[in-house]
């Protein structure tokens, strides 16, 4: 069920994350020119209306069309979607990530019937025509069937998010918000929920606090605070580095596993996501667009004029109060181990109640006991090609690259290639798949001939010292 949840946020939060960009020049555009931004200017300020209203949804829409069937259900899905556009007032956002994908799936469905039947010589004219007609069919359909109904669901999500907001409970949103993020559904929560919700609201008081719930890196920072002061082993050396790269570089995927070797920290993540969104409230924060990834300083970037102290004030009062709570429980809970005894104790555990005994260093999927078997064999060539692999493929992961590329090197294998890559999507080419525990089920599915190694620590996990060791071997 977990892995089918994570596969189903990762869809959502794919159509949106690679136009992150996107939707960041239309954040800086907004808060720089709009009436009450840096630089105010009627002309530029031009902008911010059509890019929200109709660039930003096409592109979700193209997005989730090629994921579904390439090029062609990209466009197919961006022709749909000018139908949920015109027959709206309001970003359609959530009528792009309906239609886009949906659309995809008709013309590859309808490309599939006609397969081998089309005559040689006419398959670029029924390929062009076949598009055009069925695009312009779904795009009416879109335009008097689709708007009005996900219209009448926007309406319903913006009153039932007005009654939390309304009477001060959405704070309350941080009980789900913080342990969906620790399962790795961050990236979905993030840019599949909040941010079409934040950009409607931008629309319409140039600012939301839906940018803040998932993004705040105070909660997390807090977690590594205390690992730094009543932390053990690994976990301890390894938490200040964590520090760094959570809060500055915005990859809160790094403080997951410290939660996860201890999970009474979910309490202080929740009770920090929720003192965070309270202060927030309490003091109007928000933000233009997106942060992207959550650091400090892309938050601050993303911040209105004139309106640092709320949104700083939110972060710190999170930091506090997880840091707080973290701190006695790392002390006197009783479960405060080594991060690296932590992670033996699971993969043991794991693989005693499934029967597969213990190979190879690098061999800890877990899996299942084929699985484990067929591991060692994909990997048993000349190794030309390691993929990392996490859920939006751009930030654990190209950090985990980076680390293990330098081992690597270092060790004189510097010639292997190694790369990052969405856990959905890892290139069929690679033999060795490194990922975190979470996501190996995921890794599994997506390249069932490759090797994987899972880590719990994306900073100073020993995986990578034992595979440079396997490595050596060879």
């Not at 309808?110 to 069925?134: C, Q, R, T, Y």
């Not at 932590?342 to 213990?358: F, I, L, Q, T, Y």
């Given at each position: 069920m977990k892995e089918k949840v994570q596969v189903f946020g990762r869809f959502l939060s794919g159509m949106v994350m690679p136009n992150i960009g996107a939707f960041i020049a239309w954040g800086l555009?907004?808060?720089?020119?709009?009436?009450?931004?840096?630089?105010?200017?009627?002309?530029?300020?031009?902008?911010?209306?059509?890019?929200?209203?109709?660039?930003?949804?096409?592109?979700?829409?193209?997005?989730?069309?090629?994921?579904?069937?390439?090029?062609?259900?990209?466009?197919?899905g961006a022709i749909a979607?000018?139908?949920?556009?015109?027959?709206?007032?309001?970003?359609?956002?959530?009528?792009?990530?309906?239609?886009?994908?949906?659309?995809?799936?008709?013309?590859?469905?309808?490309?599939?019937?006609?397969?081998?039947?089309?005559?040689?010589?006419?398959?670029?004219?029924?390929?062009?025509?076949?598009?055009?007609?069925?695009?312009?069919?779904?795009?009416?359909?879109?335009?008097?069937?689709?708007?009005?109904?996900?219209?009448?669901?926007?309406?319903?999500?913006?009153?039932?998010?007005?009654?939390?907001?309304d009477r001060?409970?959405?704070?309350?949103?941080?009980?789900?918000?913080?342990?969906?993020?620790v399962l790795f559904l961050n990236n979905a929560i993030n840019h599949g929920i909040f941010s079409p919700m934040g950009i409607q609201q931008v629309e319409e008081v140039g600012k939301s606090v839906f940018f803040l719930l998932e993004a705040n890196p105070g909660p997390g920072l807090g977690i590594l605070l205390a690992y730094c002061i009543a932390g053990k082993g690994s976990a301890k050396s390894s938490a200040p580095g964590a520090v760094i790269i959570h809060f500055l570089g915005g990859i809160h995927e790094i403080y997951f596993p410290y939660i996860l070797m201890n999970p009474l920290l979910i309490l202080a993540v929740m009770a920090g996501g929720a003192g965070g969104v309270f202060m927030f409230q309490l003091l109007g924060a928000g933000l233009t667009s997106a942060a992207s990834p959550g650091s400090i300083l892309a938050i601050?970037?993303?911040?209105?004029?004139?309106?640092?102290?709320?949104?700083?004030?939110?972060?710190?009062?999170?930091?506090?109060?997880?840091?707080?709570?973290?701190?006695?429980?790392?002390?006197?809970?009783g479960k405060d181990e080594d991060l690296e005894d932590?992670?033996?104790?699971?993969?043991?555990?794991?693989?005693?109640?499934?029967?597969?005994?213990?190979t190879s260093a690098c061999n800890t999927s877990g899996t299942d006991a084929s699985r484990a078997a067929t591991s060692g064999a994909a990997a048993s060539g000349p190794i030309r090609k390691i993929v990392f692999a996490c859920d939006a493929g751009m930030g654990s992961s190209a950090m985990g690259a980076t680390v293990l590329k330098k081992k690597l090197t270092a060790a004189g294998f510097g010639d292997i290639e190694v790369k990052h890559s969405p856990v959905s999507s890892i290139p069929q080419d690679a033999q060795i798949v490194v990922t975190h525990q979470e996501l190996g089920e995921?890794?599994?599915?997506?390249?069932?001939?490759?090797?994987?190694?899972?880590?719990?620590?994306?900073?100073?996990?020993?995986e990578y010292d034992q595979l440079v060791e396997e490595l050596k071997k060879r």
């Open positions: 555009i907004t808060a720089l020119f709009i009436p009450t931004g840096w630089c105010p200017n009627e002309t530029i300020n031009a902008l911010v209306s059509p890019m929200s209203a109709v660039l930003l949804p096409l592109l979700i829409a193209y997005t989730g069309g090629t994921a579904v069937y390439g090029q062609r259900g990209g466009v197919i979607a000018m139908g949920v556009i015109v027959g709206s007032d309001i970003p359609m956002f959530i009528g792009a990530m309906i239609v886009g994908p949906v659309c995809a799936w008709i013309i590859k469905k309808f490309d599939h019937l006609l397969e081998g039947k089309i005559p040689a010589g006419f398959e670029m004219l029924v390929n062009n025509f076949s598009l055009g007609i069925i695009g312009a069919v779904l795009t009416v359909i879109a335009l008097k069937g689709v708007a009005p109904v996900v219209e009448v669901m926007n309406q319903a999500m913006k009153s039932g998010v007005g009654f939390f907001v001060k409970l959405l704070p309350l949103a941080s009980v789900f918000i913080e342990p969906a993020k601050l970037a993303m911040t209105p004029r004139g309106e640092y102290f709320p949104v700083l004030a939110g972060v710190a009062v999170a930091a506090a109060l997880s840091f707080a709570i973290a701190l006695p429980l790392l002390k006197f809970a932590s992670r033996k104790k699971m993969s043991a555990m794991k693989k005693a109640s499934k029967g597969v005994k213990e995921r890794a599994a599915h997506s390249n069932p001939g490759a090797k994987l190694v899972l880590i719990t620590n994306f900073l100073a996990a020993p």
